[in-house]
């Protein structure tokens, strides 16, 4: 695709996740669990004139060794409670929910997203996302875990079934029998003020591509680069011809930090200053223990590279079963790849992962950001970026304040919202009826 200068910036906020994305630590953060956090995080995002604030949620505590990680922080709220709140205290700005179509129902899901884009007059949203490990499940009826394929058809029949029951409102009747789901609905469901709540999908596997194309509005990725990033949209966009949907049926928005100096040097040093807060000792031995496949608790953090070799396992044993994902399979190959970095730079075990864990981000003067987003979306990187701040409630007051007013002043970025609904913001077409969508998929 050539530059398209007609293209404008579009922007979302990601209220981070209990992780180390957020410095919770630092003395400007605040609380991840009261309601005053969700607010201020998402009427400085309105303010800013942002499409949507994106919430994502956890279904269980994260796992270390077969057992809960001590590093791990309980007690945040349900997802849709959260969203029904800031429905009271927003206006225009889309709320989304992170929901798993593994361990959820299709009637009793679809009920609560048409309940919310009801209350908020059609901001609702959905990212439905498929769950892995048996971890998790041990916290529901079923318990176990899905297999890879598995998960993505019971996805994709979990949003038909949603599409179904949102098309029939309160006085329809769906009669549903498939592989995943067998149920007969007389009605109940209010009537979506969107038509459907906008479905987002999270992946980048080509299987999480194909269902997108197949069964969503809007992506939320990783391709952060400007070359990723083309080449993912040039391949989503290829997909979605095949399901014969146009190209602006479906939007583009990886996940992406920030950080802003008044010169480039100033901010490159907050990048690095935030980054060590990110990466704890012990966050360090962990990072590196998933690779080694082994106990590296007895490790200085701020010492050499284990010189034990990591643990091979079976590689047609699956990742997913009950302990965390692999950030790689090929361990020895990493192993190998760090160790050279390291001998080559002097780097201790925390330096080594402040490293390889970078995350994408924008990161200079905010005029240089500005011209940074305007490039990626008028060349196709994305349609627009949620921006993931280091610091909660708090971190996207700098950024609406300073390069937003860069982007309107270039014309790239609007001076109000124009339009109510989610869908609006985001330019996406009117709601498909669900057989649609079915047929679509079908003939695909």
């Not at 849709?80 to 709140?85: C, E, I, P, S, Y």
Request: avoid cysteine.
């Amino acid at each position: 695709m050539t530059e398209d200068t007609t293209r404008r910036v579009h922007l979302a906020a990601h209220f981070p996740g209990v992780n180390n994305t957020t410095v919770w630590a630092h003395p400007d953060s605040g609380s991840h669990i009261e309601f005053d956090s969700f607010r201020r995080f998402a009427q400085t995002a309105e303010r800013g004139l942002f499409d949507f604030f994106f919430l994502a949620e956890g279904l269980r505590l994260r796992e270390d060794k077969g057992q809960v990680d001590v590093l791990d922080v309980a007690g945040r709220p349900n997802t849709l409670t959260a969203l029904a709140a800031l429905a009271a205290v927003t206006r225009r700005i889309g709320l989304v929910g992170t929901l798993s179509t593994t361990f959820n129902e299709p009637y009793e899901l679809a009920r609560q997203i048409a309940s919310v884009d009801v209350l908020s007059g059609g901001r609702a949203a959905w990212n439905a996302v498929t769950t892995p490990d048996s971890f998790t499940g041990a916290n529901f009826r079923r318990g176990g875990f899905l297999d890879y394929a598995d998960r993505y058809h019971r996805a994709v029949d979990f949003i038909a079934s949603a599409r179904e029951l949102w098309d029939a409102g309160p006085h329809g009747e769906v009669r549903h029998s498939t592989d995943f789901f067998t149920f007969s609905s007389p009605g109940g469901i209010p009537t979506p003020v969107q038509g459907h709540p906008v479905v987002f999908q999270a992946g980048n596997s080509p299987a999480g591509r194909d269902f997108a194309a197949g069964s969503a509005d809007v992506i939320f990725t990783l391709n952060n680069g400007l070359e990723d990033g083309q080449k993912f949209y040039a391949d989503v966009h290829e997909r979605l011809r095949r399901f014969g949907r146009s190209d602006d049926s479906l939007k583009i928005y990886p996940g992406i930090s920030f950080f802003i100096g008044d010169t480039p040097e100033q901010a490159q040093e907050h990048r690095l200053d935030i980054e060590y807060q990110q990466v704890s000792g012990a966050g360090a031995i962990a990072f590196v223990e998933r690779v080694w496949n082994r106990d590296l608790s007895s490790y200085d953090p701020d010492g050499p590279l284990p010189e034990v070799d990591p643990v091979v396992e079976d590689p047609n044993k699956p990742a997913s079963q009950g302990r965390e994902v692999r950030y790689n399979q090929d361990a020895p190959a990493t192993v190998a790849k760090w160790r050279a970095l390291a001998e080559a730079e002097n780097l201790s075990i925390r330096d080594l992962v402040v490293r390889v864990s970078r995350r994408a981000a924008l990161v200079g003067t905010p005029a240089q950001i500005a011209e940074d987003l305007i490039h990626r979306v008028q060349n196709f990187a994305a349609d627009g970026y949620i921006l993931v701040p280091p610091i909660t409630p708090g971190g996207l007051d700098e950024f609406v304040d300073r390069v937003v007013p860069e982007l309107q002043e270039r014309g790239a970025y609007p001076e109000r919202y124009e339009g109510t609904t989610l869908r609006d913001h985001l330019g996406l077409p009117a709601a498909r009826p669900a057989a649609d969508w079915a047929a679509a998929r079908a003939n695909a």
